[in-house]
């Protein structure tokens, strides 16, 4: 199955080749972490001049996200949208792999023709991240050294277009996690979505990166040793919109804008794992994962 997914970097992930994307060769019952940084189906990458958050100051809304100094481990994965239905907003739909491949997408062409079954499929990612700065209006969790934030987000578009779409490429949290209960509480009453959770992302003495999450019925485990050339960097861009899951109990929606992934796919073989009875655990993993480091994240929450 190697090579299957001969664009899903320019799609999923702008760091990684495109050529070099695969699936993970256990296909099922495996899954890994994605930072959401260069989007491989997005067009709508820009330089970070122009992508500014919108401003909420007329409205109240509070929630500015900086993200600066991160290190993470990123993979994409296939997932059945039916698994996690109940987490859809009513005006949002699942970008699945049939409209890429009719799209003009190689990898989805190449993917459908071994595995015609999984049209319907929706494209996410998982990330693990640890930042030297991670804040919400100024305000940092308290965790471990080895502390980060964990994120389980999908592609999607709405049902039906607005009159004023707010830019950057649409995509539903289906997860995130984050190792201060404390925090976790302080993003909810700010209308963020989170819960807590054990995550951790460290590096061994080898050079090799060990992210890990452990929250009740979902155990990951993703290693990864940076290996080959650097992608991406200072014209490395974009943004994106993430909207909370449905019936979470928050309702913030998150412009964010990025700039200066520096990207290198992990040695073959990686080490993804995902256990337990958790939606993300019946995904599919696609290759290779990797190591990304050195942007800037800034982030609002838009005017509703």
């Known amino acids: 199955m190697k090579n299957v997914i001969a664009a899903v970097a ?3 992930a702008a760091a990684v080749p495109a050529e070099q994307a695969h699936a993970s060769s256990s296909d099922a019952g495996k899954g890994v972490v994605v930072a959401a940084p260069v989007d491989p189906l997005s067009s709508e990458r820009s330089t970070r001049a122009e992508a500014q958050p919108a401003s909420t100051e007329e409205d109240g809304r509070s929630g500015r996200w900086v993200v600066t100094g991160p290190d993470e481990i990123v993979a994409w994965l296939l997932f059945d949208p039916a698994s996690v239905d109940d987490r859809l907003p009513a005006d949002l739909r699942f970008v699945n792999v049939a409209e ?3 799209g003009n997408v ?3 062409r190449a993917w459908l023709e071994d595995h015609p079954g999984h049209g319907g499929w929706g494209i996410s990612f998982l ?3 640890r930042a030297d700065r991670f804040e919400i209006d100024g305000q940092a969790p308290h965790w471990p050294a080895d502390g980060a934030y964990a994120l389980w987000a999908a592609r999607v578009v709405p049902l039906q277009a607005r009159s004023e779409e707010p830019e950057g490429l649409p995509l539903l949290i289906l997860d995130a996690w984050l190792p201060d209960e404390a ?3 302080r993003m909810r009453a700010l209308g963020h979505y989170a819960t807590f959770g054990d995550v951790a992302l460290d590096q061994t003495d080898d050079g090799r990166w060990r992210g890990a999450i452990t929250v009740p019925d979902l155990t990951v485990v993703a290693e990864c040793l940076p290996t080959g050339p650097v992608t991406g960097g200072p014209e490395s861009a974009g943004q994106q919109v993430l909207f909370p899951p449905r019936s979470a109990g928050v309702d913030a929606v998150v412009q964010v804008v990025f700039a200066g992934h520096r990207v ?3 040695a073959d073989p ?4 995902i256990r337990g009875g958790h939606p993300l655990s019946l ?9 990304q480091t050195g942007y800037t994240l800034d982030g609002m929450v838009l005017p509703r």
């Open 283 to 291: 995904g599919i993993v696609l290759e290779p994962a990797s190591f």
């Open 127 to 129: 990330e693990i991240v």
């Open 10 to 12: 320019a799609m999923l």
């Open 183 to 185: 925090y976790v509480a």
């Open 270 to 273: 990686a080490v993804v794992s």
């Open 264 to 266: 290198q796919n992990c």
């Open 100 to 102: 890429l491949a009719t």
């Open 106 to 108: 190689h990898w989805a």
